[in-house]
């Protein structure tokens, strides 16, 4: 009987040491996923605002934007943020249409 107690004793021990052992993990896996979700949302954040100020520049050059104009934003906004302000600055429409479509716009 005594020694069924202590058996019992040190499973019980083992289980706390596993169950708290196991929380912390989890928390951790949380804790982790929200940090990440965090920067995923603050990447797509920038994104939007470089896109948005992009798309800005472009309607006070060439006034409005069509549909043509996905091509020229999307390969701009591959470009470091210098590269994009320059030739947003100094390119005139067909250039920036040559550059990122190989085509003019209709």
Do not use: H
């Not at 009987?1 to 058996?7: F, H, W």
């Amino acid at each position: 009987m005594e020694i069924q107690n202590i058996l019992e004793e040190e499973d019980r021990e083992v289980f706390m040491i596993l169950s708290q052992t196991y929380l912390e993990w989890k928390e951790a896996v949380r804790r982790q996923a929200r940090q990440e979700a965090l920067e995923e949302g603050l990447q797509a954040g920038l994104e939007e605002e470089r896109r948005g100020m992009i798309e800005n520049l472009l309607q006070v050059r060439f006034g409005q934007l069509d549909d043509s104009f996905n091509l020229v934003i999307e390969g701009l906004l591959s470009l470091s943020p210098g590269e994009s302000s320059r030739l947003l600055i100094e390119s005139a429409r067909e250039e920036l249409f040559k550059r990122f479509c190989d085509l003019t716009p209709q």
